[in-house]
């Protein structure tokens, strides 16, 4: 496969307002990370939805693994996000009424993947993200760094072949954040795709070789560099 993302000629633009994003055009291959970076309305996030099937194009097409995304039911595009990607957010998402375990579990439950290599797959996690401790636990008990390796957890649960984060050290202190973001790069380091969207030049450089910088919906700048 030559491209795992192929975002063509796209726009988005809500009613009575500026497009939000404009005439996008954006290829990620596999096993790449790309740090995506801009002011805040610069179309960022929505570009991110967008890939994810939580918010559909006004015009142009995006594919993901070879399939156009932008035109599926709502039924498949579950379907999708279930089976081809893993979704971080900047506040966690989780639900501080199950377990870490449970929250982990919840994407291969949705997914109805076999229950034993469910599991076994969660306790490799939870030992990988240094958790493996807190597997009974509540969210809420957790620090701001812990949980988000929780969500870190559950969004590879199904093992996607992309990873989009949006914000995902936004919540947390410098050194948290400088946490996940090293264990960000070392999965990246083992062949997981990545799109991260932040406003950190430092985490992104840390995250990623490749920085798409978008400035009023369109892209200004497609760098690729060393990683320090």
Known sequence: MDALIEIADVTKQYDGQSPAVNGVSLTVRPGEAVAVMGPSGSGKSTLLNMIAGLDRPTSGSVRVAGERIDNLSETKLARYRRRRIGMIFQFFNLLDDLT??????????????????????????????????????????????????????????????????????????SANGQAVGDLLSSLNQSGQAMVIVTHSPELAARYARRIVRIVDGKVAEDSVGARP
């Open 100 to 173: 870490v375990l449970d929250n982990i579990l919840l994407p291969a439950q949705l997914a109805q993947s076999p229950a034993k290599a469910s599991l076994a797959r969660a306790g490799e996690l939870l030992e990988i993200l240094g958790i493996a401790e807190h597997r009974r636990a509540i969210p809420a008990r957790l620090s701001g760094g812990e949980r988000q390796r929780v969500a870190i957890a559950r969004a590879l649960v199904n093992s996607p072949e992309l990873l989009l984060a949006d914000e995902p050290t936004g919540a947390l202190d």
